[in-house]
């Protein structure tokens, strides 16, 4: 059975850290593309981050770029995100996904492409 479990949600202060992790289990996903979507309260799903299969192509949401890092390790079967300088608006749940489409689609492509999700991790940032 395929699972992907994520964890390293919490509640932390603006201007903090955290770093979320993806373990995927029941097959490999080394030649997957790998995402992170959150979904706030009362909003709709939105991309965050994409990594190619090799990890040599990332792609962020505007909101993210230069605070959040996406990386991945194939042979641990993981996707991470490091998210530094938290915002209140960063609140929400967080999902990691993989599929096989390219790292750089759309973000709609990306999110309707993806074939396995996991059930999310809360991230609460406090002001």
């Known amino acids: 059975q395929v699972q992907l479990v994520e964890s390293g949600g919490g509640l932390v202060q603006a201007g903090g850290s955290l770093r979320l992790s993806c373990a995927a289990s029941?097959?490999?996903?080394?030649?997957?593309?790998k995402t992170w979507f959150r979904q706030a309260p009362g909003k709709e799903r939105e991309f965050v981050a994409a990594i190619s299969w090799t990890g040599g192509t990332t792609k962020y949401t505007n909101s993210v770029k230069g605070r959040f890092t996406i990386s991945r390790d194939n042979a641990k079967n993981t996707v991470s995100l490091q998210m530094n300088s938290l915002k209140p608006e960063d609140t929400a749940v967080y999902y990691c996904a993989v599929g096989r489409i390219s790292a750089l689609a759309p973000d709609t492509s990306l999110r309707n492409g993806m074939e396995y999700w996991g059930k999310g991790t809360l991230v609460t940032i406090s002001s």
């Open positions: 029941g097959r490999s996903f080394s030649d997957y593309t």
